[in-house]
Each structure stands twice: as structure tokens, then as C-alpha cells.
């Protein structure tokens, strides 16, 4: 990364930071995709299967890879202020501590997965399709952690292309994969759904791999002797870490634990309902990767900026990409309109989820819009390690609102299953203002310090 001095510099840097890192959430999204779709096309149960075992799965995933993504700013920062050689050292206790994470998480999860499953109202051919699925996605958590870490630096350092390249590498190996153990081909076991949890986990161990590999012998990694010296685990090193990365995790995880948290409450529904619900949230959760794309953009150029001490550029970065995710979310808007039908085919062969499928597409217009202003937003406060507000906002919007208002809407008036997005759409619209409103003030303060030390 570059000091830029106008507009169009800085659309030329932010793009060129963003399009790789868009790819490579798209790619990333895509693996989920493939998982569902394909699933879906071999069954009903199967595809409500993996719902369940996605939503359970998916928030605790992407809660702790927030934490552990606290390594980007600390990363930025570091080379924005040129102390690259510190860099090492920190990206080894963030590998140490996803080691941790990953062993916690096997843990709990030997013990809890049968509680949560047996107190679902689940079909039994569903619920076993689930507890396999995590079972089998179990085996890829220890690499999946180390990877965000890996990826945290290579992003940090401006290197998103690198990110792009090895997922777009993972994305047909988990593809094919997908074929042979879902549907069991070339003599591989006919899996069905649980095949996808088996492919995704081999998945996982492939990007890990890769990513070691290339910051272990490639520039501009190579220089900062990555992973060539051993330090052991600093427990300062891990407070600083969790200092910024809890929020960050925390503030992922509740707003993608409330969509999981509405599909479980969904299971009261019919399967017909639950895969219908599934296939929808999956879709909209790949049109989300726009405005993330977006979000770890900013954090990396605002961190760099602010770790500078360039507040005005870093301000200009903010309003470019949050005004670029709302133009966006207009045109993803006008795909769901338009194109209802068509994406709801791409999960199922049967009339009747695909007409679900269709109207759930109209309701998530409207959160998918609010998702592109606080999505981005929450990518700049990072960007200034201004997180713990934001964590606040996330869980109050989401939790004490949204999910809520959904609740009552599902249960007590006639609006039955879309009670539950009507609630969703309140809880981002309100998450969005809130924070809107908290970036303003963060940039007022950073102002009026600058102004003091002049």
C-alpha cells in the first residue's frame, strides 16, 4: 500500500484492495453455496440436514475467526507505522491462539452437539444428516482457524490477490469433492448431505497448506521471516489480540448467530420451511459478501491511514466505500426483484420450495440493503481499533430487537415464518443507524485530538 493524495487515487487503491478480496468472499461463500445446492439437489432432508448443521456450525465459525481476524488492524497498523519487523511475532501467537480456539471449540463440542440436537424438534433422517455434517466438519477446524490468521497478515499487508488465488484454487477442489461424496461417484461413498461436511473439512486442510506455504517462501512475506523462528505463547500477546479481536468476534458473531438462531426456531416449521428458509438466507448471505468485501477493505486502508496519522485520507477512504456498498446494494436489490424465480431454482426441483424459496427473496431486499451500511461502517471503526461500541450496538439491534420482534411477529400474528424476517429487517435497519452514527462521533474525536497536537 501507497500514501494516495487524491479521489482517484484512492478509487484506484480501494479497488485494487477490494476486487481480490471480493473474489475471495465470494469464493469462500460459494463453498456454503455449493454445499446447500448440491445437498438440496440430492434431497429435501438432506438440504434441511445441513441447515441445521449450518446454522449451528456457521455463527460459531465466523464469531471466532473475528476474533481471530483482530489481526488485520494490529497487522495495518504495524506496517503503517514501519515496524515490520514485529510482524512475525505477532502473526505466531495469533497461530498459537487459533490453536486454542480450535481445541476449545472440539471440546465443547464433543459435549454439546447431542443436547442442542436432542432439544430440536427435528426429524430423525434430519437429525442425523446434521450431527454427521458437523461431525465431518469437525475434522477441518484446527486448519480452517490457522488459516484466518495466515490470511489476516497476507491482507494486511495489502497482498489480497494472494487470498484471491488460493481460494479460487479451494473452490473447484471442494466442488469436486462435493460430487463424489454427496452423490457418491467414481467409487467414492454415496454420502448425501453429511459428503458436503467431509468436503469441506479436506477443503480447509487444502487453503491452510497453501497459505503456509506461500508466506514461508514468497515476497513480500519471505522478508518479514514468517514462521522461521519459534516463539512461544505470550499471554500479553494474546491480551492485545483479544483486546481488539473479541468485539470484532463477538460483533460478527451476533449478527450471524441471529439468522442461525432463526432457523432453529424455524424447526418447528415443516422440512419443506426449513430448506425453503435455508436455501433463501444462503443466497442472501452470498450477496452479504459484497458489503463485507467492502468492510475488511476499509479496515485495512483506514488502519493503515490512521496508523499513519493521515485522518483525512482515512475519513475519505470511509465515505468512498460506504457510499460504493449502498449504490450496490440497490443493483443486488433489483436481482432479487427480478430474478426471484430463477435463483430459488438453483436449489431445488420441487414447485413448492421454489415458491417459498421465492418469497423469502422478497423480504431479504430489505435487510440486504441495511447490511450495506453497517457492514461497512463496522469495517472503518475497525480500521480506527474502535470496536467495543460497535459490539454493543450489534447485540442490542440484533439480539434485543430483531430477534425479538421476529419471535413475536412468528408466533403471535398470522405473518407465521416471515415474522422472523420482518423482525431481522428491524434489527439491521436499527443496527445500521446506530452505527452510522458512532463512526461520525469516532471521526469527530480523532479530529479534535489532531487539532491539540498541532
Keep these: ?38 445437498s438440496g439437489k440430492y434431497g429435501t432432508s438432506d438440504l434441511a440436514g445441513v441447515a441445521i448443521g ?13 476474533i481471530l481476524m483482530g489481526m488485520t488492524p494490529i497487522v495495518s497498523h504495524l506496517v503503517g507505522s514501519r515496524k515490520n519487523k514485529d510482524v512475525a511475532y505477532q502473526v505466531t501467537q495469533g497461530i498459537w491462539l487459533s490453536l486454542l480456539v480450535s481445541v476449545l471449540v472440539l471440546v465443547i463440542g464433543g459435549f454439546a452437539l447431542n443436547p442442542v440436537l436432542n432439544f430440536m424438534n427435528l426429524e430423525p433422517h434430519v437429525r442425523d444428516i446434521a450431527f454427521r455434517f458437523l461431525c465431518a466438519i469437525s475434522v477441518g477446524v484446527i486448519p480452517l482457524f490457522g488459516y484466518t490468521v495466515v490470511r489476516s497478515c ?37 454420502l448425501g448431505g453429511v459428503g458436503a461436511g467431509v468436503a469441506s473439512a479436506i477443503t480447509y486442510w487444502v487453503i491452510f497448506g497453501i497459505s503456509l506455504l506461500i508466506v514461508y517462501r514468497y515476497e513480500p512475506f519471505k522478508s518479514l521471516q ?15 489480540l483479544l483486546k481488539i479481536g473479541v468485539p470484532i468476534g463477538f460483533s460478527i458473531f451476533f449478527e450471524s448467530a441471529v439468522f442461525s438462531a432463526v432457523t432453529l426456531l424455524m424447526s418447528r416449521f415443516d422440512t419443506v420451511t426449513i430448506a425453503a428458509h435455508q436455501a433463501a438466507i444462503n443466497f442472501a448471505s452470498t450477496l452479504y459478501m459484497i458489503p463485507l468485501s467492502i468492510s475488511m477493505s476499509l479496515t485495512i486502508l483506514v488502519g493503515f491511514e ?21 449504490v450496490l446494494s440497490l443493483a443486488t436489490a433489483l436481482v ?34 441495511s ?73 469527530r474525536r480523532y479530529a479534535f485530538l489532531k487539532s491539540k497536537s498541532v
Excluded at 399 to 416: E, Q, R
Aim: aromatic content about 14%.
Design 1 to 38: 500500500m501507497i500514501q494516495t493524495y487524491s479521489i482517484k487515487q484512492k478509487t484506484g487503491q480501494f479497488l485494487h484492495i477490494l476486487i481480490p478480496i471480493l473474489i475471495t468472499q465470494i469464493a469462500l461463500s460459494a463453498i456454503t453455496f455449493f454445499d446447500t445446492n448440491m
Design 54 to 66: 449450518t446454522s449451528l456450525w456457521f455463527p460459531i465459525q465466523t464469531g471466532l475467526s473475528g
Design 154 to 190: 497476507i491482507d494486511a499487508l495489502g497482498q489480497t490477490r494472494v487470498s484471491m488465488l488460493i481460494t479460487l484454487i479451494a473452490l473447484p477442489v471442494n466442488v469436486g469433492l462435493n460430487y463424489l461424496l454427496i452423490f457418491g461417484k467414481l467409487g467414492f461413498p454415496r
Design 226 to 240: 514468517l514462521f522461521r523462528r519459534f516463539y512461544a505463547m505470550s499471554l500479553q500477546s494474546f491480551k492485545e
Design 306 to 326: 490512521s496508523g499513519s496519522g493521515r485522518l483525512r485520507d482515512a475519513r475519505q477512504y470511509g465515505i468512498l466505500g460506504i457510499s460504493s456498498a449502498a
Design 336 to 369: 432479487l426483484l427480478f430474478a426471484g424465480n430463477h435463483v430459488a431454482g438453483l436449489y431445488s426441483d420441487e414447485p413448492e420450495v421454489i415458491a417459498l424459496i421465492q418469497h423469502f427473496l422478497i423480504y431479504a431486499i430489505f435487510f440486504q440493503i
Design 371 to 443: 447490511d450495506a451500511i453497517a457492514t461497512p461502517t463496522q469495517g472503518v471503526l475497525r480500521g480506527y481499533k474502535d470496536v467495543n461500541p460497535a459490539f454493543i450496538i450489534c447485540f442490542a439491534a440484533y439480539w434485543v430487537i430483531g430477534l425479538p420482534t421476529g419471535y413475536f411477529l412468528a408466533t403471535y400474528t398470522d405473518l407465521g415464518a416471515y415474522g422472523y424476517w420482518i423482525g431481522l429487517i428491524t434489527g439491521l435497519a436499527i443496527g445500521a443507524i446506530l452505527l452510522l452514527s458512532r463512526l461520525v462521533k469516532v471521526q
